[in-house]
């Protein structure tokens, strides 16, 4: 699946996050993705300091954690 294989490439949290939400839709989860983005969490907790970017982080996490 392509998607599998992009996510995360451009190195954005965000994009990252929406790729892990959109592969759960077409019940492709991808725990690979999900362990690359924990990786990106900041210690306070956020990614990026943003709470849109964590917010989006935290949605596509949903059901790898």
Known sequence: LVLRQ???ED???KA???SL???RTLGK?????GELLL???QPDGSWDG???TTAIAL????GVL
Do not use: H, M, R
């Not at 989860?29 to 993705?33: I, K, L, N, P």
């Not at 949605?59 to 949903?62: A, I, T």
């Open 50 to 52: 943003s709470p849109l």
């Open 39 to 41: 990786d990106k969490q």
């Open 16 to 18: 990252l996050g929406w």
């Open 29 to 33: 989860e991808s725990s690979e993705q």
């Open 6 to 8: 992009k996510a995360g």
């Open 59 to 62: 949605l596509g996490l949903e």
């Open 11 to 13: 190195g954005g949290n």
């Open 21 to 23: 939400l959109a592969l």
